[in-house]
């Protein structure tokens, strides 16, 4: 699952210059701190956000990379797509 997922992994780093890529491959001598970030299984990605620290966790298979690379795009950008069916929330006396 790592193989087919590092092509995908590696374009993102060159599509992204300005965001920082960190692959953690799974050695005997840092097996303990994949547990310490809690990564239950492999691949696995986290999105860190300067000020507020980790903001994204997610099981990154080939089937999930399309929507992990259309988050962390969000966090680049600053913004977050709402659904259509979001209403503005509205004041209560």
Request: aromatic residues 10%.
């Amino acid at each position: 699952a790592c193989k087919a997922v590092a092509p995908h992994f590696y374009h993102m780093a060159v599509k992204n210059p300005n965001t920082i890529f960190v692959d953690v491959p799974v050695t005997n001598d840092n097996a303990s701190l994949h547990q310490g970030l809690g990564v239950p299984s492999l691949p696995f990605g986290h999105i860190y956000h300067p000020t507020a620290g980790l903001v994204e966790e997610v099981r990154l298979t080939r089937k999930f990379v399309p929507e992990f690379a259309k988050t962390l795009e969000h966090y680049i950008r600053g913004s977050c797509p709402l659904s259509e069916d979001f209403a503005e929330p509205t004041a209560t006396a």
